[in-house]
């Protein structure tokens, strides 16, 4: 928010007092000493978001600035919307340290508090400097400190020097990716530190936290994994039951392994009360919700989450991505937009905008002109989105030859959480297009061997019973195709998960389409439109698949109510924080 010359009337626009704690300056300039400084910085963060009276920027937002920021104070301030800014430095030497930490108010640039501490390197000792830090920042604030969270702020999570200091490095790697290799990293330093000191229920909470995320992005979906983050959630259960990152654990494991969302939201709140400050913990409730099909209420925790880490790319995307669902084009433009200015490598934000601008208001032209501001196209995981955004523009253009010419440079096989699409479904749905009917039953049928396949090995993936429904259905052999869609979105209906839930809806109406049962077609497709959800790129109104209704007035009613932003249901107002 903003007045009317475009600068902010006043730093922090929450109510509480507002801090940003940026990077410690590293004075021994020991590049092994590095670490160390960069651990307590982080484990300083953690002390002071105890506290709920005061709101505090995340650690992924701060480090954007570094140790030695070139923007003054309070041009940071107002970016990361914080009135105060803490800086300092840690010198080391042996076994003692020297750290001096200062507190400016950004908004009147005025020193409000400093101190320097010398104390020898001990868990203890560095628990109880961050401690006072925590105290005294709130006091110079006047941040109201709750008397059981000066009690969490002084508690050390262990005594053990060696198992600290692996911790801290498993929660560096931890936070720093979703990356296979960084993920398996962090495990193993969690292993190693409730190895030292079985009774760290800190460690225990993220091993199991990295045990479930490993598992549920399919970086080691085996029942080890999966036994190994409910004993480790168990075990912190049992040490620590009312640590906010227990909770977080086991939100993780019900989430992540199990699929269970209820279970999963009531332990997020709880760890969302104890750690008000916690972009992650905001966040998970968001992500909860919208699985539960409660997109507006989604919408509003991810709002909250950037105010803690407002540099998030992550964050960004989502945010994005829920506007998208609920019909908000205008603000998922700009939030994409956003997104792009803060990260403008991110080659998979310019997919998204494009497909943005084609829902919106079907501008191939826009949606051409962002796919050519992308740097170079990434594979990996994004492959299904990237590949399919200027496909889709050509598919709107009615362009089919360079929408097959685009599928020569696709993987086998394009797939994400939501979908599994081979290669030669696409170039037969192209084709049947082109009114080539010889080449798309060629490719149909190419597409049913590959899935079957695909089933041998996953025989309880509904994305794979999907897509066999639409091979099938290509084949003519509507009967079966009906059975196989109707299968996937029997293991997983919207009522378990919504968004996933509407990708099985999506592919059983054009099922009946091909099949020539046009009112259950409609039926599904009625269902879809009168939730949030992101589908129908292209949009209902230029997809040329759904030409075989064009016309037809229930159809045409149905793309008008499709283009129109979605109502948010009149419900008590219920704040997003917890008191």
Same mark, same amino acid.
């Given at each position: ?10 730093? /922090?626009?929450?109510e ?14 020991? $590049?092994?000493?590095?670490f ?5 910085? %982080?484990e ?8 709920? /009276? ?21 041009? +940071? ?7 105060? +800014? ?24 005025? #020193? ?38 000066? *009690? ?17 490095? /498993? ?16 495990? /193993?330093l ?47 259960? $049992? ?7 227990t ?30 400050? %916690? ?8 992500? +909860? ?50 997104l ?16 943005? #601008? ?29 590949l399919?955004?200027?496909m ?20 086998? *096989? ?32 190419s ?32 009967? $079966? ?10 293991i ?5 998960e ?32 009168? #939730?949030?959800?992101i ?45």
């Amino acid at each position: 928010s903003g007045d009317s010359d475009g600068s902010r009337a006043a730093l /922090g626009s929450d109510e509480r007092p507002s801090i940003a704690v940026l990077p410690l300056a590293n004075r021994s300039e020991r $590049e092994e000493d590095a670490f160390f400084t960069d651990a307590f910085h %982080d484990e300083l963060l953690t002390r002071l978001a105890m506290i709920g /009276g005061l709101k505090v920027i995340s650690r992924t937002s701060v480090l954007s600035y570094g140790e030695r920021p070139t923007k003054s104070l309070r041009s +940071i301030g107002e970016e990361l919307d914080a009135r105060y +800014i803490m800086e300092g430095g840690a010198f080391r030497a042996d076994d003692h340290v020297r750290i001096n930490l200062q507190l400016i108010d950004a908004l009147e640039d005025a #020193h409000l508090w400093a101190r320097t501490f010398d104390v020898e390197i001990a868990v203890e000792n560095l628990i109880s400097v961050q401690e006072e830090v925590a105290r005294e920042v709130a006091a110079a604030v006047e941040a109201e400190v709750r008397p059981a969270e000066l *009690v969490a702020i002084g508690v050390a999570p262990t005594l053990d020097r060696q198992a600290y200091e692996l911790y801290l490095r /498993g929660r560096q790697l931890y936070g720093r990716s979703y990356r296979s290799e960084d993920l398996a990293e962090a495990e /193993g330093l969690f292993q190693r530190a409730v190895a030292i000191d079985s009774s760290f229920a800190l460690a225990w909470s993220f091993l199991s936290a990295t045990a479930a995320r490993r598992y549920f992005l399919h970086h080691a979906r085996d029942e080890d994994t999966s036994s190994l983050a409910w004993a480790a959630a168990n075990r912190a259960t $049992e040490l620590a039951p009312d640590l906010p990152q227990t909770h977080f654990a086991l939100g993780e494991y019900y989430y992540h392994v199990l699929m269970d969302l209820g279970r999963a939201l009531q332990e997020y709140l709880i760890a969302h009360r104890g750690s008000p400050n %916690d972009d992650e913990i905001t966040a998970g409730i968001g992500y +909860i919700k919208r699985r539960q099909g409660d997109w507006w209420q989604a919408r509003d925790y991810l709002e909250e989450a950037l105010e803690y880490n407002p540099l998030s790319g992550n964050l960004l995307w989502d945010l994005g991505e829920t506007q998208y669902g609920l019909r908000l084009y205008p603000d998922a433009v700009r939030t994409f937009e956003r997104l792009i200015s803060l990260v403008p490598d991110r080659t998979g934000a310019y997919a998204y905008l494009s497909r943005l #601008h084609l829902s919106w208001n079907g501008d191939t032209d826009r949606a051409r002109q962002t796919l050519r501001r992308a740097p170079a196209w990434e594979p990996s995981s994004s492959a299904n989105l990237v590949l399919s955004a200027p496909m889709n523009v050509e598919l709107v253009d009615r362009d089919y030859q360079a929408a097959l010419a685009l599928l020569q440079a696709a993987p086998e *096989v394009l797939e994400d959480q939501f979908q599994l699409r081979p290669r030669s479904l696409l170039a037969a749905q192209v084709n049947q297009l082109l009114v080539d009917t010889m080449a798309a039953r060629l490719h149909f049928d190419s597409a049913r061997v590959v899935i079957e396949q695909r089933l041998t090995e996953a025989p309880d993936d509904q994305r794979l019973y999907s897509a066999l429904g639409l091979a099938l259905a290509g084949l003519g052999r509507h009967s $079966e195709a009906i059975i196989a869609a109707r299968r996937g979105l029997a293991i997983m209906p919207a009522q378990r998960e919504a968004w996933k839930g509407m990708y099985g809806h999506e592919a059983l109406a054009r099922v009946y389409a091909m099949a020539g049962d046009y009112e259950s077609a409609m039926r599904e497709l009625e269902r879809i439109v009168s #939730h949030p959800c992101i589908l129908g790129v292209p949009p209902l109104r230029l997809d040329p698949f759904w030409d075989l209704l064009r016309g037809e007035p229930r159809f045409e009613n149905l793309v008008r109510e499709s283009e129109a932003p979605l109502v948010q249901p009149r419900r008590p107002a219920v704040p997003v924080t917890s008191p």
